[in-house]
């Protein structure tokens, strides 16, 4: 288990599965070239053959006594594999699915809805679920990555479903923001505690590169020109207030703060 503290909230990873994606399937803007550099600064990020290594893991929050649980993974069933394992992982967490207070998409894309509804019944079943209105109003367009239609309905028909929209505090110390544009509704999760400040930035950015080369659109933003935006807005002020920044698609755990080198904007792992 990996945690970090910011403040007086626990932040720990929790891997559900890692996956590779071919680099042109996943940025089709970006010539094989323009990776270079990126090879030396994050070579995690790929694997022996050459493909886009990342993963989907998932962050539990520790605020104020709550549970909160960011992101839902892959799922239980997966491509042929052994399958997630965000309930043994938040398990070892000494976490039950029923412990759960809170969960917070931070968008609805499959790769982080994929435990949210287990055998017909959420898998967190005490649990108020955060979703963007945006992007429920999106469930069932799988051709743009989200669920297919009606996979999350129990979710709201056992009266589970809380759709938000712009800023709202999660507790005292967490408070969601919109950051659109990978999706309609995308929103990051910021943490400010004793003087300290972190984000969960979802998919802000998908591959750490981005975090300098800010116009390099995933072919998956549902909107380029706006994913572009957000991001460009978020890593500067990122790399000025010095937070703490969890990815979810960074290999495991996933914590770093954007910091200048070498003339670039890196992610560099904690
Ligand atoms: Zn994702």
């Known amino acids: 288990v990996s945690s970090v503290k910011i403040g007086n909230v626990e932040v720990v990873s929790i891997l559900d599965q890692a996956f590779a994606f071919p680099y042109g399937a996943a940025y089709p803007?970006?010539?094989?070239?323009?990776?270079?550099?990126?090879?030396s600064i994050y070579p995690k990020c790929w694997n022996s053959e050459?493909?886009?290594?990342?993963?989907?893991?998932?962050?539990?929050?520790?605020?104020?006594?709550?549970?909160?649980?960011?992101?839902?993974?892959?799922?239980?069933?997966?491509?042929?594999g052994p399958g997630g394992q965000l309930r043994a992982n938040l398990e070892a967490a000494g976490v039950a699915p029923g412990d759960v207070n809170i969960v917070v998409f931070t968008h609805l894309h499959y790769d982080h809805a994929g435990w949210a509804v287990v055998g017909g019944q959420p898998f967190c079943p005490n649990a108020r679920h955060l979703a963007p209105e945006a992007d429920w109003a999106q469930?069932?367009?799988?051709?743009?990555?989200?669920?297919?239609?009606?996979?999350?309905?129990?979710?709201?028909?056992?009266?589970?479903?809380?759709?938000?929209?712009?800023?709202?505090s999660v507790?005292?110390?967490?408070?969601?923001?919109?950051?659109?544009?990978?999706?309609?509704?995308?929103?990051?999760?910021?943490?400010v505690s004793a003087g300290q400040r972190g984000i969960i930035l979802g998919d802000v950015f998908n591959h750490p590169a981005q975090a300098n080369e800010t116009d390099?659109?995933?072919?998956?933003?549902?909107?380029?020109?706006?994913?572009?935006?957000?991001?460009?807005?978020?890593?500067?002020?990122?790399?000025?207030?010095?937070?703490?920044?969890?990815?979810?698609?960074?290999?495991?755990?996933?914590?770093?703060?954007?910091?200048r080198e070498g003339g670039r904007r890196i992610f560099k792992e904690l």
Do not use: C
């Open 139 to 168: 469930v069932g367009n799988t051709g743009a990555l989200f669920p297919a239609k009606g996979a999350l309905d129990p979710i709201q028909s056992s009266g589970h479903l809380e759709l938000t929209s712009g800023e709202k």
């Open 29 to 39: 803007g970006v010539p094989e070239a323009a990776w270079q550099p990126y090879k």
């Open 50 to 80: 050459g493909a886009w290594a990342t993963n989907a893991q998932v962050f539990l929050v520790r605020s104020g006594g709550q549970n909160v649980l960011v992101d839902m993974g892959l799922g239980p069933e997966q491509q042929g």
């Open 216 to 259: 390099w659109n995933a072919g998956f933003d549902f909107d380029q020109d706006l994913a572009r935006q957000t991001r460009r807005r978020v890593m500067e002020r990122l790399e000025q207030d010095g937070s703490v920044v969890a990815s979810g698609h960074y290999p495991a755990p996933g914590f770093g703060r954007l910091v």
């Open 171 to 191: 507790t005292p110390e967490l408070t969601i923001i919109p950051t659109p544009g990978h999706t309609p509704g995308h929103q990051s999760l910021l943490i």
